[in-house]
């Protein structure tokens, strides 16, 4: 739930979160809102990918992954699936030199068959020119689920048991997460869902298990710099025990 956060509080090293998640939602509402059409809203969304990424680049953010198009969305309309595939592309060809000038690794998760092979090689060739760049990463989730993810990562892993690389009491917590998509970035620290909508909509579901959830009211296409500077200053404001309690945190804090 979005908490009253005030100004002043820092985002310090210690209290910023090294991946943020962002479920963009409510493109469509915003366009209704105005008398506009869907398609409208999704390119004033290009907008806030914009400014989230800036906003988070300068505040030290490691990892941004957005949540761009879900494996559930191919239900929607067909023109406006198809001016969501046209404007993926540009988006593509239009911000991926700047993300390479701003030092900026672009990686693309999840099942690309479905995509037309223009946009898969345009995929290819926006993760190559970006492959080394260090400053963040912006993990682009298309065509992603959670149990797509859980369930390719299984089916690789049963794989490997069937040829005799691994025996079933090798299949740990880590090796699993280490065959997901992200497996080997940090996991997320702070989730966020615009829109006013409080569920996670199978985005993720491995990674989540710890996160923090910030949820905001604001359409995604408003969701820029001063709405996100929210969302990190609410992150610092919490204390993430992970399973302990107050005082085991707190002796933890005055050891260090």
């Known amino acids: ?31 209704k809102a105005r008398r506009l059409g869907g398609v409208a809203g999704h390119k004033a969304g290009v907008d806030a990918v914009r400014a989230v990424v800036e906003t988070c680049a300068r505040a030290g953010v490691e990892v941004l992954t957005l949540f761009a198009f879900s494996s559930e969305n191919w239900r929607r309309p067909k023109d406006e699936v198809s001016a969501l595939m046209k404007l993926f592309l540009m988006a593509l060809e239009r911000e991926v030199r700047k993300l390479h000038r701003n030092n900026i690794r672009l990686r693309i998760i999840g099942d690309r068959s479905a995509f037309s092979p223009a946009l898969q090689e345009h995929m290819a060739k926006a993760e190559a020119l970006t492959r080394d760049n260090t400053r963040m990463t912006l993990v682009i989730a298309a065509n992603y689920g959670g149990h797509w993810d859980i369930t390719q990562a299984t089916r690789r892993i049963a794989a490997k048991v069937r040829d005799g690389e691994l025996a079933p009491s090798d299949i ?54 001063e709405e996100m500077q929210k969302a990190l200053q609410a992150y610092a404001g919490r204390q993430r025990r992970f399973g302990q309690t107050d005082d085991q945190i707190a002796a933890r804090a005055a050891q260090q």
């Not at 869902?193 to 910030?214: K, P, V």
Request: net charge negative; with cysteine; hydrophobic share 40%.
């Open 172 to 225: 740990t917590d880590d090796l699993i997460q280490q065959h997901l998509c992200i497996g080997d970035l940090p996991m997320p620290d702070l989730m966020i869902r615009t829109a006013g909508e409080q569920r996670i909509s199978n985005f993720l579901l491995w990674h989540l298990a710890y996160t923090e959830f910030y949820f905001s009211p604001v359409f995604w296409p408003d969701f820029k710099e």
């Open 1 to 31: 739930m979005t908490g009253t956060v005030t100004a002043d509080i820092p985002v310090s090293a210690d209290s910023r979160p090294r991946h943020v998640a962002i479920i963009m939602d409510g493109n469509n509402r915003w366009a």
